[in-house]
Every structure is written in structure tokens, then in C-alpha cells.
């Protein structure tokens, strides 16, 4: 059973806007975040929260993508705005154990991850 699940994913064009869901056992981690892999590319962290409440934005989502959880600390969202062809790819939220200094998540061995959403954004 996994511990983390995503949902909301789908194809929008460019310009518009979807808002991804995250729930599972998140509220021990010290770091709660969204990566997304596209293709022929690495995996980039895309926007984290750590438990101090810091908050961090990859530099190309800033000011498009929102970050944001629940009261209980086991729903996370990603409220993506603005979406451009180049945000398309599969996106997976993580519970990790630590942020780096921008607030986005490390990603390490003993995380939880859930098994992504794709994001398709049409030009």
C-alpha cells in the first residue's frame, strides 16, 4: 500500500491552471514537497515545505506555483497557474527527511513517494 498518492493531473493547454493533491503519512516528515520528472530530463525538485513552515519554489514556477497543506499536515497541494509546455511531466510528491536551503526537499533512499500524476500542458 503506498504511503503518499497524487491525483489531479490531466492535459490542459497553456495558460491554464490544475491544482495537484497529495495525501498519505506526511505529517512526521521534516520535509513535504513536489518533484517532477519530464522526459529526457532529471528529476527537479519543484516546490517544498518543511516543518519550520519555510517554503521553496524551483526559480520556474516561482510566482506561478502555489505550495499549500492541510491543518493536519497529511494533504498537500500544488495550485500550478499558468502553465506553459515545458511544465509537462510527471509529478510526484515526496515526505522527506531534510530541505536544502532553498526549502525544496533532498530526496533520499528513505522517503515517501507516491507514484506521480502526469501534467500535460498543450501549446
Known amino acids: 500500500q503506498e504511503k503518499v498518492m497524487e491525483s489531479g493531473g490531466g492535459s490542459v493547454q497553456a495558460g491554464e491552471s490544475l491544482k495537484l493533491t497529495c495525501v498519505g503519512d506526511l505529517s512526521a516528515a521534516a520535509c513535504i514537497g513536489w518533484f517532477r520528472r519530464a522526459p529526457g530530463k532529471e528529476r527537479e525538485g519543484v516546490a517544498g515545505?518543511?516543518?519550520?513552515?519555510?517554503?521553496g519554489y524551483a526559480d520556474s514556477v516561482k510566482g506561478r506555483f502555489i505550495i499549500s497543506q492541510d491543518s493536519t499536515r497529511n494533504t498537500l497541494y500544488l495550485q500550478m497557474n499558468d502553465l506553459k509546455p515545458e511544465d509537462t511531466a510527471t509529478y510526484y510528491c515526496?515526505?522527506?527527511?531534510?530541505?536544502?536551503?532553498?526549502?525544496?526537499?533532498?530526496?533520499?533512499?528513505?522517503?515517501?513517494w507516491g507514484r506521480g500524476t502526469q501534467v500535460t500542458v498543450s501549446s
Open positions: 515526496a515526505a522527506e527527511l531534510v530541505a536544502d536551503t532553498r526549502g525544496l526537499c533532498v530526496p533520499t533512499s528513505l522517503g515517501d
Open positions: 515545505l518543511d516543518r519550520d513552515g519555510t517554503i
